[in-house]
């Protein structure tokens, strides 16, 4: 099996997604759309906290296609990566019988938003094609959710501001699978722009467009191919002691809290985690501040070092790397031609995202391989476009 990862680009799965459809369904489809995965940069675990996070968009996609079928049943059929097929069959809802959360799992992503879809919608068939990993910490969940939202938008003609549609996906997640996730993931799924990442204020919900001229660097991302299998309450405790220094504090978010304010919250005798988790939400928030300033002025050994920082906090203060993630970080750490690595996503599993000069990639891919203790996959990022309607 080779180990680097390659998208196959949305041509390719829209070509597979409309011949499944053509002989499921037995007519053409008549909308199509994709959305990327994403890779976060810097800003981990404070999308939550009103705070900055610096994401782009991937070339891994989920392309979906699909038609009206004026049956009242919405049926859908999902192609993974590995070819293997996931069904569901539910109806679309109505005022007195809206849609709820249930099985299979995997639907309640489809589900949410055709339920926070605007207007409503009648009956449809799709077929969903990824080859955004699941479960990497890529946002493959998101991915799937804007896909959806915009194929929807195909086919109805009714569409919202970008910002809107953002919120709506994310409102779905909360609803329907029930993970309490920031605006992160959504929002760049929704606005990723080629070539650029996006430093977005998870406040204002405004964003600007940072060019990634990176020169001789090139931004690695090392999947662990590892996702432990935690009880699931991790997420939502870490969102609730932040939300517990904040209240704490008398503020609507940790967003305004300052290095001061840790002091006032160990006056007040709070946890051991809460404090830890509020100094690496604070801290955070002024690295990817500072990222997105240092990038522009193209000062990447400063970038670097608060990558290693932004790492050393997840694993440490916020408690949400593993020793597969601290193990490739240590392996590159101080290796020939790299400037910094770290976590990225939510963590417990998934891929460490590395600055690091072109000419080594082929070398340090080698020295993971060689000692990293599991099985890695390598991408290098290319940072790609949003959400779009694509032409049939
Ligand atoms: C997950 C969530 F969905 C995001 O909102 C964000 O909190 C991320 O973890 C951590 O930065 O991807």
Redesign the pocket.
């Known amino acids: 099996m080779s180990n680097e990862l390659s998208a196959k680009g949305e041509r390719v799965l829209l070509q597979q997604a409309r011949e499944r459809f053509v002989a499921a369904f037995g007519s053409a489809p008549t909308a199509a759309a994709c959305a990327p995965g994403r890779v976060?940069l810097i800003g981990?675990?404070i999308?939550?906290c009103e705070g900055f996070v610096l994401p782009v968009a991937l070339p891994f996609v989920t392309v979906v296609v699909g038609a009206l079928n004026n049956t009242g049943e919405c049926n859908v059929i999902s192609i993974l990566g590995s070819g293997e097929e996931l069904k569901a069959s539910f109806l679309a809802p109505t005022a007195s019988s809206p849609l709820k959360p249930g099985t299979p799992a995997w639907a309640n992503y489809v589900k949410g938003v055709v339920a926070n879809f605007p207007g409503g919608v009648s009956g449809f068939d799709a077929v969903i094609v990824t080859d955004v990993p699941i479960g990497s910490?890529l946002?493959s969940s998101a991915s799937i959710e804007v896909a959806i939202f915009t194929l929807l938008e195909g086919l109805t003609g009714k569409t919202v501001g970008l910002v809107e549609k953002a919120k709506l996906c994310q409102k779905a997640e909360h609803e329907f699978p029930g993970?309490p996730?920031?605006?992160?993931?959504q929002y760049i799924v929704t606005m990723g722009k080629k070539d650029h990442a996006l430093l977005i204020d998870c406040r204002s919900l405004e964003s600007q467009h940072i060019p990634m001229e990176l020169g001789d660097l090139a931004v690695l991302v090392t999947n662990t191919n590892v996702k432990h299998q935690l009880t699931g309450s991790e997420y939502p405790t870490r969102r609730a002691q932040c939300q517990e220094a904040a209240d704490r504090l008398g503020l609507p978010s940790l967003r305004g809290a300052t290095i001061a304010d840790l002091e006032k919250l160990k006056q007040q005798n709070c946890s051991e985690d809460v404090l830890k988790r509020a100094k690496h939400v604070i801290e955070e928030i002024y690295r990817t501040e500072e990222v997105g300033r240092v990038m522009k002025e193209k000062n990447f050994q400063r970038v670097g070092e608060l990558f290693y920082q932004s790492h050393d906090s997840l694993s440490q203060l916020m408690e949400v790397s593993c020793p597969e993630l601290d193990q490739v970080v240590d392996i590159l750490r101080g290796a020939p031609g790299v400037y910094g690595a770290r976590m990225t996503?939510?963590g417990f599993g998934g891929c460490v995202v590395a600055l690091v000069e072109k000419n080594e990639v082929e070398n340090l891919k080698k020295r993971v391989l060689s000692s990293y203790k599991g099985t890695p996959t390598f991408f290098v990022s290319q940072p790609s476009e949003g959400a779009k309607l694509l032409k049939l």
């Open positions: 976060n981990e675990h999308d939550y910490g946002s993970m996730c920031g605006i992160m993931d996503g939510g």
